[in-house]
């Protein structure tokens, strides 16, 4: 397995903390690590050096202070959905100001649309990213210590999943369940579960460190009196168990790096790239409408200027499959998730409202900008365009209007305006 490290930062203000090198969970070695800039002043009057770190990559365990572990409802399964309606629900259940937060959505729900969320405080965190870019250190994942505890339930009671517990030299981390947990202070465990109104029969399950025992047998003593307690011996130091906990599950990530230059290329190419999405849109629903050789031709026409723009935007793609897809997830790949779903989505929506067979709808123009998507269609009659206004109106999730109309020469003209946001 390849060589990585991992930096579990013990102290509040990030500058203080633990290097272990590991070979997976086998660890290699262990050192102390102080993070100071070039530029700050040393013991003397010279700079302090930068730490020594290697090019292995490096996770960092925030210390649990500086994060909160908690599950949200969302009523929703799509990930872009969820994240906008993030820091609403969030709200509700912090009673932190949501901007001093950084929100990190986890990659699914469960069954009941509960959302597992990392915040971590915001100052703390981009203070932590500065001090590391002036080191020249760029971390592979930001990690919550409490995220990373291990699950062992070795416990016969499985009606009730039991919570582990892993002492640290100054604190205690208790994980109550997948992304859910809290840190104590110092190692008098029975006084704060006490405190915390945690039922007797609640089982826990005590790790003891081959390099902690002192502290483990205080949190043991200190639940004296609780009825369902097991302790587990291991031979492995609590850093060790941590980096194991940290492949084992699936923690949640706070480090999103920064966009690379083809990114911000991509982004000087979103107008191409918008452009072929609205062309395809139009192919798709001319060739579901219109079945008449007029359609056919016409058809064809937009599917050469799809494969002129996708070949322009997309040059280092040889193979034109399926252009909506490998338009999707080139935006995706490029750091473009957010707006280019928000188009994706509204064209969608668009095109499932053209789609009735019996609907003689032509799209003479669509455009795209501030998150608002213009329509321009045409029809025989006025009541098709009035049919296609309420089956875009039955988006919930759409707000849908007519930004005018006109009649000529047999044919009715309206221009349709649909954005995110719901209502009419």
């Known amino acids: 397995m390849p060589e990585r490290q991992l930096l579990h930062l013990n102290s509040p203000d990030g500058k203080q903390g633990t290097l272990a090198r ?5 660890l290699l070695d262990i050192r102390p690590l102080t993070l100071a800039a070039p530029d700050a002043p040393g013991d003397g009057d010279s700079p302090a050096p930068t730490p020594p770190i290697g090019t292995a990559p490096l996770d960092i365990l925030l210390p649990a202070s500086w994060c909160n572990l ?18 609403y629900a969030v709200e509700e259940q912090l009673a932190t100001d949501i901007d001093t937060l950084q929100l990190t959505l986890g990659p699914k729900p469960d069954l009941d ?4 969320v990392l915040a971590v405080d915001r100052h703390a965190r981009e203070a932590l990213l500065e001090q590391l870019a002036a080191l020249r250190i760029k971390p592979a994942r930001l990690l919550c210590e409490l995220d990373v505890v291990p699950d062992f339930d070795t416990t016969t009671d ?10 640290l030299p100054d604190h205690c981390l208790l994980r109550t369940g997948p992304h859910a947990g809290f840190a ?5 465990l029975g006084d704060w579960l006490e405190a915390m109104d945690t039922p007797a029969e609640q089982p826990l399950e005590l790790h003891i460190p081959a390099d902690n ?15 369902a307690v097991h302790s587990r011996q291991h031979d492995k130091g609590w850093l060790a168990l941590l980096a194991e906990g940290s492949l084992r599950g699936q923690p949640l990530n706070a480090w999103q790096p920064p966009p690379d230059q083809r990114a911000r290329q991509a982004l000087r190419n979103w107008s191409v790239a ?8 139009g192919t798709l629903t001319i060739d579901q409408a219109m079945q008449t050789r007029a359609a056919q031709a016409e058809n064809q026409a937009l599917e050469a200027k799809v494969e002129r723009l996708f070949r322009q935007a997309l040059p280092e793609v040889q193979r034109m499959v399926n252009p909506r897809v490998q338009i999707e997830q080139a935006l995706a790949g ?10 994706l989505t509204l064209l969608h929506a668009l095109g499932e409202a053209m789609q009735p067979a019996q609907q003689r709808l032509q799209l003479e123009r669509l455009d795209f900008a501030n998150q608002r998507l213009e329509v321009s269609v045409r029809a025989g009659d006025y009541a098709q365009i009035e049919s296609l206004l309420e089956r875009l109106r039955s988006h919930d999730e759409l707000r849908v209007g007519l930004a005018g109309s006109r009649a000529a020469e047999g044919q009715s003209e309206a221009r349709i305006e649909i954005r995110q946001g719901g209502g009419a």
């Open 22 to 26: 590991l070979d997976g969970d086998q």
């Open 70 to 87: 908690l599950w949200v409802s969302i009523p929703t399964r799509q990930r872009a959905q969820a994240i906008k309606a993030l820091p």
């Open 113 to 116: 649309n509960r959302w597992p």
């Open 158 to 167: 499985t009606s009730l999943p039991a919570w582990q517990i892993l002492p």
């Open 184 to 188: 104590i202070p110092g190692h008098d």
């Open 213 to 227: 025992q002192a502290m483990a047998q205080r949190c043991l003593e200190s639940l004296k009196g609780w009825e």
């Open 274 to 281: 918008a452009a072929i999405a609205l062309l395809l849109v």
């Open 334 to 343: 490029h750091g473009h998730q957010e707006s280019g779903s928000d188009l």
